[in-house]
């Protein structure tokens, strides 16, 4: 069951991830065109900075999802069987804190600053941009549960 609800949001991310980095690429393009023919567009910049943040998080957490972040990994290689699953058991609990805080204090952050707006975009709230940090967290938070849940399973086969 979590299993397919992580592959939905990993899907999901996937799309806005590629919606926002089309974006801005886009708006780059633009910011560039208009720079070149003297014509100043002040939104161009705030745009483009968002989309980027927006981007990387919604990467970022699918990269997690698929074990394609970051990591040391000679400590990993060097250990078979149980040690090693225990050292991925605890990753992924360590990592299921990270979520945990990144969610919570990306509500926080969401909310202090959901009525502050952009300075070229008046009408446009901060809160859409803070509000990507409590998505990825969520996110990762389940990607992590079903990750945990496959070490768990692995652990009771005893492999």
Same mark, same amino acid.
């Given at each position: 069951?979590? #299993? ?5 949001? $990993? ?5 806005? %991830?590629?919606?926002? !980095? ?7 393009? !633009?910011?560039?065109?208009?720079? *070149?023919? %003297?014509?100043s567009?002040i939104?161009? $910049? ?5 989309s ?12 997690? +999802?698929?074990?394609? +972040? ?8 060097k250990?078979?069987?149980?040690? #090693?699953?225990?050292? #991925? ?14 969610? *919570? ?12 707006t ?18 990825? %967290? ?5 990607? $992590?549960?079903? +990750? ?6 692995e !652990? #009771?086969?005893?492999k």
């Amino acid at each position: 069951m979590i #299993k397919k609800f992580a592959n939905l949001i $990993e899907s999901i991310q996937l799309k806005l %991830g590629v919606f926002f !980095l089309a974006l801005f690429f886009a708006v780059i393009v !633009l910011q560039m065109f208009v720079r *070149y023919i %003297g014509v100043s567009v002040i939104w161009t $910049e705030e745009v483009a900075n968002y989309s980027f943040i927006w981007a990387v998080f919604m990467g970022a957490s699918v990269m997690l +999802h698929r074990n394609g +972040h970051f990591r040391f990994s000679l400590l990993f290689e060097k250990l078979t069987g149980k040690s #090693k699953l225990f050292l #991925k058991l605890t990753i992924n609990l360590i990592l299921v804190l990270f979520s945990l805080a990144v969610f *919570y204090f990306g509500i926080i952050a969401t909310l202090n600053f959901w009525n502050y707006t952009w300075y070229s975009l008046p009408n446009f709230k901060m809160g859409y941009m803070f509000i990507s940090l409590p998505v990825m %967290g969520f996110s990762m938070l389940i990607y $992590e549960l079903d +990750h945990l849940l496959d070490d768990y399973s692995e !652990l #009771k086969e005893g492999k």
